[in-house]
């Protein structure tokens, strides 16, 4: 009997140990550890579908409820050969604008009577004529689709046998593709009749593996002109319009924008206390000396299919905060009123609370409009153990008052070899956006032009007028200046032979590197080290975070989250002890950084 409890007390303790540090089951599927999401976008064929103005309701017995009980237009006949996919993502968008999600900037008319019909609790309400005029319309243009399917190795996609049925409703054993969920990318045309604008909105929706909405993109432009300004001259039209200032970004202010403020910043995903730490971040990113940023790229944000990751009452507000990205949205908008357009790309898959799990990637926040947006997905070497996590580069073209500027944001590998391998991969991906094939201006080393750059004709009067889009790279690099990776994309080194121009913004800000050692002598011409690692015990002791940028001049620049939240706790009967006890919470184990640009040819 001993003999074979110890050897049942053996076997579990091995199939534990392969759970746990191997890979893990979700719903039958098997997911290995080191994880990465690939997959392409694409087009759902669809006919242009409208949502608004809905049209006026059949005989008071006909339900215009969707399934959950959500109120949304009666539906057309027409809708029965709509396909299921595109009738659920249709009645999301629907309790989207119903919510006034703030960062979306939804016609607030719409909002205002859906609300209304809600209110009334009545599946008849017919709008009057006056109600039916101040309806903007809403049209579903275009959907495409990106399956999520899992990798270990960023190329081979994982397969799991799955039970299903047959067409004779048997069970059968069948092997599939892992799916982690899908990702849909909405366009949907907006004329709004208040303002005399047609507006295109890009609406990035994920689904998850539980059927789970969330909003992972939400941008809009406009595309028209104002009717009222058609025959104006276009530079009439550009000094009419109320633009906020980077130093204030107040809506009562009218002075023209000169300059950009541009954050960076890791905030150490879901890790201690990201209740209170979601709020310290947006007051950290917005009190610094320059005012409210225009642009902030995000590392580590997560989205958890955790049912306990944020509270009920802002899911239920904000749709879906169990995405880092909305919950700080949510937290932005708090705090100044602002509603920020945004960007959110997973890069890996993290097992998280069996059977749950989480996607980390990057983000970027606007002010203005996102007209573009890409990643690219950086490469790993499987037999390099420092390099298990597939990581990206984030891309967002922001059309801004003074501009338009190209942002990037990635979160290096933790190898040294990937880094340098990675760190090119980036400059010629931003290449691609920046150089063409006729620039003969003597400018940094290049690689050939990337098959998605659009192909111009060389004549001189084209060089003369085209202006290059201003770049900026933010990123946990993981590495510090002497590292190779950041020697090479402060232009210090080559690789591959390739040199590269861009500049390191606090370096330049700083009149140089400095560095300090433990015992706190320091060398170089710097005023400060310019740490931003760790807050952790309150030692900060690299410098791995960086900004790096051409085509702008760099007006100012301010580390920020380091003035920490502090929480007294109840200590023992002396006045000292009480004191001593407290906890302090920074808004992550990073420090940010945020900068002011203006544009070279300004």
């Not at 190329?155 to 046998?161: G, K, L, S």
């Not at 880094?419 to 080393?445: C, L, P, T, W």
């Not at 200046?481 to 591959?496: D, E, H, R, S």
Request: aromatic residues 8%; glycine residues 6%; proline residues 6%.
């Amino acid at each position: 009997g001993r003999c074979t409890i110890m050897t049942l007390s053996f076997f579990v303790l091995v199939v534990t140990c392969m759970l746990s540090t191997l890979h893990l089951t979700i719903k039958g599927e098997l997911i290995a550890k080191p994880t990465g999401l690939v997959g392409q976008f694409e087009p759902l064929n669809i006919s242009p579908i409208t949502l608004s103005p809905p049209p006026q309701s059949s005989p008071p017995s006909i339900s215009t409820n969707n399934d959950d009980g959500d109120p949304s237009p009666p539906r057309k006949e027409a809708d029965d050969d709509m396909p299921k996919e595109i009738k659920r993502l249709r009645k999301y968008v629907l309790r989207k604008m119903q919510t006034k999600m703030p960062q979306c900037q939804f016609p607030y008319t719409y909002i205002k009577q859906t609300q209304t019909t809600s209110s009334q609790n009545s599946d008849d309400h017919v709008m009057s004529e006056d109600e039916m005029r101040d309806l903007p319309s809403i049209i579903l243009m275009h959907v495409s689709r990106q399956i999520l399917k899992y990798t270990a190795n960023g190329q081979n996609i994982a397969t799991d046998i799955v039970t299903e049925k047959d067409k004779n409703g048997r069970s059968i054993h069948v092997r599939r593709d892992v799916i982690m969920g899908y990702n849909y990318l909405l366009t949907l045309q907006v004329t709004n009749k208040s303002e005399d604008i047609d507006w295109t909105y890009e609406l990035g929706i994920f689904k998850d593996k539980a059927g789970m909405y969330s909003v992972f993109k939400c941008a809009r432009h406009p595309s028209s002109p104002p009717t009222s300004s058609l025959g104006e001259d276009k530079d009439t039209q550009q000094s009419n319009e109320i633009i906020p200032t980077a130093q204030s970004n107040d809506n009562d202010d009218h002075t023209p924008l000169s300059s950009l403020n541009i954050v960076c910043y890791n905030i150490w995903n879901y890790n201690k206390g990201w209740d209170l730490r979601k709020t310290l971040l947006a007051q950290a990113t917005t009190s610094s000396r320059m005012g409210l940023p225009n642009i902030i790229g995000w590392q580590e944000v997560r989205y958890s299919d955790h049912p306990s990751r944020d509270r009920m009452e802002d899911r239920e507000r904000w749709g879906g905060s169990r995405s880092q990205a909305i919950a700080l949205l949510h937290e932005l908008h708090h705090a100044t009123g602002k509603n920020y357009q945004f960007i959110f790309q997973p890069a890996m898959m993290y097992p998280a609370h069996m059977p749950h799990y989480e996607l980390e990637g990057l983000a970027i926040f606007s002010l203005f409009p996102i007209v573009e947006s890409s990643h690219l997905a950086l490469s790993r070497d499987l037999h390099d153990t420092g390099d298990e996590h597939q990581r990206i580069c984030l891309r967002a073209r922001v059309q801004s008052p003074i501009g338009d500027i190209d942002i990037f944001v990635t979160h290096m590998s933790l190898s040294d070899r990937a880094q340098q391998r990675n760190i090119v991969e980036i400059y010629k991906y931003m290449n691609s956006f920046y150089h063409h094939d006729d620039d003969d201006d003597g400018g940094a080393d290049k690689p050939s032009p990337s098959a998605n750059e659009p192909a111009e004709p060389a004549t001189a009067s084209s060089r003369a007028s085209r202006r290059r889009v201003p770049q900026v790279l933010l990123g946990d690099m993981n590495g510090e200046p002497n590292a190779v990776a950041i020697q090479f994309i402060t232009g210090k080194v080559k690789l591959q032979d390739i040199k590269s121009d861009l500049q390191d913004a606090w370096e330049l800000h700083n009149h140089g590197e400095k560095v300090c050692d433990a015992s706190g002598q320091c060398s170089g011409n710097g005023v400060s080290p310019g740490y931003t690692f760790s807050t952790l015990n309150e030692k900060l002791t690299k410098r791995i975070d960086f900004m790096l940028f051409r085509g702008l001049s760099l007006q100012d620049l301010q580390l920020i989250g380091d003035v920490p939240h502090i929480e007294q706790r109840k200590g023992g009967d002396h006045e000292e002890e009480e004191e001593e006890q407290h906890d302090k919470t920074f808004p992550s184990d990073h420090l940010g950084m945020i900068a002011n640009f203006k544009f070279e040819n300004n």
